[in-house]
């Protein structure tokens, strides 16, 4: 079964400072990838997605986020952090039903933290 | 301006109460959910709702019941609910139920407190 796995739920980083939030996947078939992003009092935001072409995927606001098969890793990264990136983020797997159908399967969630 | 707008943002109940969440999309899609965030836990989905058609449902209890009237607008009906259904109620909508690939939407959600 498919499965998202978020390792921290709570990053704090300087401003101007790389940012990684860590998300490994277990999955029976090809997984499609997603990272949403919620910022106080609002809904998820779609940041990027992996939908099995390139492995080097970038998102809005600056993020990036790497598939690697061999590590079940998708790892989300931005060069240098900004306050405004202070937020929630999730990461989130497909998971695919016997009607057609599909859900996301998500993480638990990391809440970054950006300090002055 | 994410294109799905939820009423009421924040809602407060008593366990004989009955209530109703909406949720409105603007983007013409056909697909709409209803998803549960509590602090702590993954979100969860509820309900999905194709064409105004309801193609899943995850097990949720009976005190919460569905209804969608038209492909732009979904409703959560709440009854008799517990202390332990406070949570975040985040309603979302994508063009195609059946395309993996398409992005969800989400409106900025409902705060319950059921007291």
């Known amino acids: 079964a498919q499965s998202v796995t978020q390792l921290g739920s709570h990053v704090s980083v300087s401003e101007g400072a790389l940012v990684l939030l860590r998300c490994n996947y277990s999955?029976?078939?090809?997984?499609?990838l997603f990272w949403y992003v919620q910022y106080p009092n609002q809904g998820l935001q779609l940041l990027l997605k992996y939908t099995s072409a390139a492995t080097l995927v970038k998102g809005i606001n600056g993020f990036e986020a790497e598939f690697k098969k061999s590590e079940t890793s998708f790892h989300l990264t931005k060069p240098s952090a900004h306050m405004s990136d202070a937020a929630e983020y999730f990461c989130?797997?497909?998971?695919?039903?016997?009607?057609?159908?599909?859900?996301?399967?998500f993480g638990t969630g990391t809440r970054l933290k950006v300090l002055a | 301006e994410t294109g799905v707008t939820q009423t009421p943002r924040h809602l407060v109940m008593g366990m004989t109460n009955k209530k109703s969440l909406k949720c409105e999309q603007h983007?013409?899609?056909?697909?709409m959910y209803w998803y549960k965030q509590s602090a702590k836990k993954p979100l969860e989905l509820m309900f999905v709702y194709s064409l105004e058609e309801r193609v899943e449902n995850n097990s949720v209890p009976s005190r919460f019941s569905p209804e969608c009237p038209n492909s732009s607008h979904l409703f959560l009906h709440l009854h008799t609910l517990q202390p332990e259904d406070s949570a975040l109620y985040l309603c979302?909508?994508?063009?195609?139920?059946?395309?993996?690939?398409?992005?969800?939407?989400f409106g900025p959600g409902t705060r319950l407190t059921v007291l």
């Open positions: 983007l013409g899609h056909n697909a």
């Open positions: 989130a797997v497909i998971l695919w039903g016997f009607s057609g159908t599909y859900k996301y399967i």
């Open positions: 979302a909508s994508s063009p195609n139920v059946l395309e993996s690939t398409d992005t969800q939407y």
């Open positions: 999955s029976s078939v090809p997984p499609y």
